[in-house]
């Protein structure tokens, strides 16, 4: 039975794609949970619609990321931190404290994208990896310093 895929389904495909499959699995699985339409001349027109408005949408997303993926590259971020003798933090600087900073600068990102592998416990220059989308990752520089 040839079905149209609606989602991406491992082992069978992309979403768009016709594929030949069992009759029972298409009417008992992928049909009832909305992963595949039956492929005749009206479905085929729906799958290549969406197949459209999928792909503008996903260029629209990537000209909006590769923006913040700019804005993220040209920040600058001070971090002020408490040291005691010898220069020694009193505690550290997390993704928390990065993504307050980031905000005050107008740069709204998701907390769970900051890379941070280890929180920041020294005085210096960093550059903090920001994950923008699946494939595209930039730097933001922080300076923490005295206070």
Not at 51 to 69: H, T
Not at 111 to 124: Q, S, V, Y
Request: proline fraction near 3%.
């Amino acid at each position: 039975m040839d079905v149209i895929l609606l989602k991406d389904y491992d082992g069978l495909g992309q979403a768009g794609d016709l594929v030949d499959v069992k009759p029972g699995f298409a009417r008992n699985k992928l049909i009832p949970e909305g992963i595949a339409l039956r492929a005749s001349k009206k479905n085929l027109a729906i799958a290549e619609e969406r197949k459209m408005v999928a792909k503008n949408r996903l260029k629209r997303e990537d000209a909006a990321n590769e923006d913040l993926l700019k804005k993220l590259s040209k920040t600058e971020i001070t971090i002020e931190a408490q040291v005691g003798e010898e220069d020694k933090m009193f505690g550290s600087i997390t993704t928390l404290d990065i993504h307050k900073a980031l905000q005050e600068k107008g740069i709204d990102v998701d907390r769970n994208t900051i890379k941070l592998d280890e929180p920041i416990k020294a005085l210096g220059i960093y550059h903090v990896p920001v994950s923008v989308s699946s494939n595209l990752e930039g730097d933001v520089k922080i300076y923490v310093i005295k206070s």
